[in-house]
Structure formats: structure tokens, C-alpha cells
């Protein structure tokens, strides 16, 4: 998700550009990260760079781009999510139809106003 239109980070320096080189969800990070005043911005791009290496960079720009959807920017925060990706497919959620709701129907109110 970006905030205020359709911005694109710019890298000023070679770590900037190697973190925003991750992907989409690198890019979108930063920018929700950056609008959350979050700290050690540095320092956590540093560390999914790390990552990176290590687990791939489409394993990690979509761990990226899931913490900047649900707001996520403390320390460890990234590393949770890729293990948490680790352990589930990547896969849509399943949404479920009217029939396999837990809701309870509205069938109480039909008489609601008949007095």
C-alpha cells in the first residue's frame, strides 16, 4: 500500500539501491516505514539485505511488502514473517461463501416491527 499517491523511493547512496533492488515490497517498506517515523530504518534495510542473501530476494520482498501492508517496523518484525512464510504456502486465504459462516442468520428479526 503507498500512502499520498504513487511515490517511488529514490536511492542517494549504494546500500539504498541494493535494499530498493530486493523488489515492489522493499520499495513499499520503506515508504510505510519512512510515513511511520520508524527508527533504524538504516539498520533494518542492512538487515533485509542480509536476508537477502540468505533466503532469496522474492522470499524477502514479500515478507517486505506484508509488513509494510499490516504495519509491521520493529526489530525482528521481518525476520518473523519470513519464517512464518516459511512455515505456510503461499497460497490466497480461503474465503469462505454465505453457507459456511458462523454468523448467525437474521431469520430473529423478521418479525421485528409486525406488532
Known amino acids: 500500500m503507498l500512502r499520498g499517491g504513487e511515490r517511488t523511493?529514490?536511492?542517494?547512496?549504494?546500500?539504498?539501491?541494493?535494499?530498493?533492488?530486493?523488489?515492489?515490497?522493499?520499495?513499499?517498506?520503506?515508504?510505510?516505514?519512512?510515513?511511520a517515523g520508524t527508527r533504524r530504518i538504516r539498520a533494518k534495510m542492512a538487515d533485509a539485505i542480509a536476508l537477502a542473501k540468505l533466503h532469496g530476494t522474492a522470499d524477502v520482498d514479500r515478507a517486505l511488502g506484508t509488513a509494510a501492508t499490516v504495519g509491521?517496523?520493529?526489530e525482528g518484525d521481518?525476520?518473523?514473517?519470513?519464517?512464518?512464510?516459511?512455515?505456510?504456502?503461499?497460497v490466497e486465504p480461503i474465503?469462505?461463501?454465505?453457507?459456511?459462516s458462523l454468523q448467525p442468520g437474521t431469520s430473529a428479526w423478521s418479525g421485528f416491527g409486525s406488532n
Request: aromatic share 6%; glycine share 8%; proline share 10%.
Open 78 to 90: 521481518l525476520l518473523s514473517i519470513l519464517g512464518h512464510q516459511g512455515e505456510h504456502d503461499p
Open 9 to 35: 523511493p529514490k536511492p542517494t547512496n549504494p546500500a539504498e539501491a541494493q535494499f530498493l533492488a530486493i523488489g515492489p515490497g522493499a520499495a513499499a517498506w520503506l515508504i510505510e516505514a519512512a510515513a
Open 72 to 74: 509491521r517496523f520493529a
Open 95 to 100: 474465503r469462505r461463501s454465505e453457507t459456511h
